[in-house]
Nanobody, 125 residues
């Protein structure tokens, strides 16, 4: 079965850190670019970061990109999103998508083939 499963979310205090994981099964991530997205309550989905098939090129779509780091471990078939200095406005459901057709790291949503269910991140004191 082809699927992506996110994990690593939870309740964290402001200033804390989390590392989210996006694990693939049924297909190989090395053939896919991966994007992380988030959707806050009452808002639309926004792109957070993308990493290329070979894991070398990255692109961040949020203003405070210095707090986020996307990485890829093809041996583990997993992509990670490290988030540091978490703020209440980071509260959202974070999900990942895999694209076999996208080129580079600027990939429109319609080119994503597989989506995960998401993991909840809540930042609150």
């Amino acid at each position: 079965q082809v699927q992506l499963v996110e994990s690593g979310g939870g309740l964290v205090q402001p200033g804390g850190s989390l590392r989210l994981s996006c694990a693939a099964s049924g297909f190989t991530l090395s053939n896919h670019a991966i994007g992380w997205f988030r959707q806050a309550p009452g808002k639309g989905r926004e792109g957070v970061a993308t990493i290329s098939r070979n894991g070398i090129d990255t692109r961040y779509f949020i203003s405070e990109k210095g707090r986020f780091a996307i990485s890829k471990d093809n041996a583990k078939n997993t992509v990670y999103l490290q988030i540091n200095n978490l703020k209440p406005e980071d509260t959202a459901v974070y999900s990942c998508g895999a694209s076999s057709r996208g080129v580079g790291v600027e990939i429109p949503d319609f080119l994503y083939d597989v989506w995960g269910q998401g993991t909840q991140v809540t930042v609150s004191s």
